[in-house]
T-cell receptor, first 110, second 117 residues
Framework: DQQVKQNSPSLSVQEGRISILNCDYTNSMFDYFLWYKKYPAEGPTFLISISSIKDKNEDGRFTVFLNKSAKHLSLHIVPSQPGDSAVYFCAASPGEKLTFGTGTRLTIIP | EADIYQTPRYLVIGTGKKITLECSQTMGHDKMYWYQQDPGMELHLIHYSYGVNSTEKGDLSSESTVSRIRTEHFPLTLESARPSHTSQYLC????????????????FGAGSRLTVL
């Protein structure tokens, strides 16, 4: 049973516009949510996280929104840049082990 | 500059061979993890360790084994590789969860891509 779901396998966005990546989860016990970015032939790198007691966390061009009632979170990237082209993984934890989604491949079109 | 190192990056071997994937970190992290990922799929936790001489199996059953004799080293071994073991293996580490307030942020290595013929 997949507890963290990223239903869009791919997304293309024009450079300079907003990129919105979505993630749904089923486990109410998750207390932290994280986004990772992965380039080909590299390991995932941490981008931003949010606690379950918050609904928004912002870090530069990246903002994560959490809607607990809908069990949904989203990552907003604005403005989108060519270097943002990568696979983005949503992850969640009820403690020390992370559960990952399947990833969304973001392509920024120049 | 990478703080967690995995070798080899790529490995192609025949069925039945024994292989060891190496993972070392220089951050002094107590916790280390092995994840397995197939293309287009989620990362699956196969092993983790909370410190020296501590190893646990993850959520995905795996025929591999791990050891943690030193804090910085967490190798993964397959005694007899099969084509079904073809995958990417990602090693990660994190600080003690109790020592920091906030999310358990994992730092990943670049991965080892294993192909078994």
């Amino acid at each position: 049973d997949q507890q963290v779901k990223q239903n869009s396998p791919s997304l293309s966005v024009q450079e300079g516009r907003i990129s919105i990546l979505n993630c749904d989860y089923t486990n109410s016990m998750f207390d932290y949510f994280l986004w990772y970015k992965k380039y080909p032939a590299e390991g995932p790198t941490f981008l931003i996280s949010i606690s379950s007691i918050k609904d928004k966390n912002e870090d530069g061009r990246f903002t994560v929104f959490l809607n607990k009632s809908a069990k949904h979170l989203s990552l907003h990237i604005v403005p989108s840049q060519p270097g943002d082209s990568a696979v983005y993984f949503c992850a969640a934890s009820p403690g020390e082990k992370l559960t990952f989604g399947t990833g969304t491949r973001l392509t920024i079109i120049p | 500059e990478a703080d967690i190192y995995q070798t080899p990056r790529y490995l192609v071997i025949g069925t039945g061979k024994k292989i060891t994937l190496e993972c070392s970190q220089t951050m002094g992290h107590d916790k280390m993890y092995w994840y397995q990922q197939d293309p287009g799929m989620e990362l699956h936790l196969i092993h983790y360790s909370y410190g020296v001489n501590s190893t646990e199996k993850g959520d995905l059953s795996s025929e591999s084994t791990v050891s943690r004799i030193r804090t910085e080293h967490f190798p993964l071994t397959l005694e007899s590789a099969r084509p079904s073991h073809t995958s990417q293996y990602l090693c990660a580490s994190s600080e003690s969860y109790a020592a920091v307030s906030g999310a358990n942020v994992l730092t990943f290595g670049a991965g080892s891509r294993l192909t078994v013929l």
